[in-house]
């Protein structure tokens, strides 16, 4: 919160030094956009998901059964004894949990394979990033998310992409 706030103050004091502003070149980088949207990047989420599509066709057959039987408990509700009411519903109640818990897993898998990617490019980044601040000569780069609206001729990730698909060929 409070490196928020000193990044907007620090903001709102450069726009209105026009001394400062004319001298100082100040740009707009998301990162983790950058790399995610880079060619290898892509290519290694492409793989990633490969790897995980066995246990997402998984997860999706399970949905389609536990699906069918709550279809067949509405259907033969009616001709259904008691017993056999609950025994099909704490077997939906156990495929909920079940497909509850494998989805979970998947997301916690596919965040993990985001991070070893973003962890694997981010060197790759810095080079490219130090080059774009020494050419450009860049004086501040601020994160979007610590702002309420840039223009996105100062947005410089869509640069970096290109650089990173350059260094990678």
């Given at each position: 919160?409070?490196?928020?706030?000193?990044?907007?103050?620090?903001?709102?004091?450069?726009?209105?030094?026009?001394?400062?502003?004319?001298?100082?070149?100040?740009?707009?980088?998301?990162?983790?956009?950058?790399?995610?949207?880079?060619?290898?990047?892509?290519?290694?989420?492409?793989?990633?998901?490969?790897?995980?599509?066995?246990?997402?066709?998984?997860?999706?057959?399970?949905?389609?059964?536990?699906?069918?039987?709550?279809?067949?408990?509405?259907?033969?509700?009616?001709?259904?004894?008691?017993?056999?009411?609950?025994?099909?519903?704490?077997?939906?109640?156990?495929?909920?949990?079940?497909?509850?818990?494998g989805s979970q897993k998947l997301q916690r898998m596919a965040q993990e394979k985001r991070q070893e990617i973003l962890q694997a490019l981010a060197p790759k980044l810095d080079v490219v990033l130090q080059d774009i601040i020494q050419i450009d000569q860049i004086d501040l780069i601020l994160s979007p998310g610590q702002l309420q609206y840039?223009?996105?001729?100062?947005?410089?990730?869509?640069?970096?992409?290109?650089?990173?698909?350059?260094?990678?060929?």
């Amino acid at each position: 919160m409070l490196h928020k706030l000193a990044s907007t103050v620090l903001f709102f004091l450069v726009a209105m030094t026009p001394l400062a502003h004319a001298e100082m070149k100040i740009v707009v980088l998301d990162p983790v956009r950058a790399i995610l949207e880079s060619d290898e990047a892509k290519v290694l989420v492409e793989a990633a998901n490969s790897e995980m599509q066995p246990d997402t066709d998984e997860l999706r057959v399970q949905a389609e059964e536990m699906q069918g039987l709550q279809e067949k408990l509405q259907q033969d509700s009616e001709v259904m004894s008691d017993s056999e009411k609950r025994k099909a519903i704490k077997e939906i109640e156990s495929m909920q949990a079940d497909l509850q818990f494998g989805s979970q897993k998947l997301q916690r898998m596919a965040q993990e394979k985001r991070q070893e990617i973003l962890q694997a490019l981010a060197p790759k980044l810095d080079v490219v990033l130090q080059d774009i601040i020494q050419i450009d000569q860049i004086d501040l780069i601020l994160s979007p998310g610590q702002l309420q609206y840039v223009n996105p001729k100062h947005d410089i990730s869509r640069k970096v992409t290109e650089k990173l698909n350059e260094q990678s060929e």
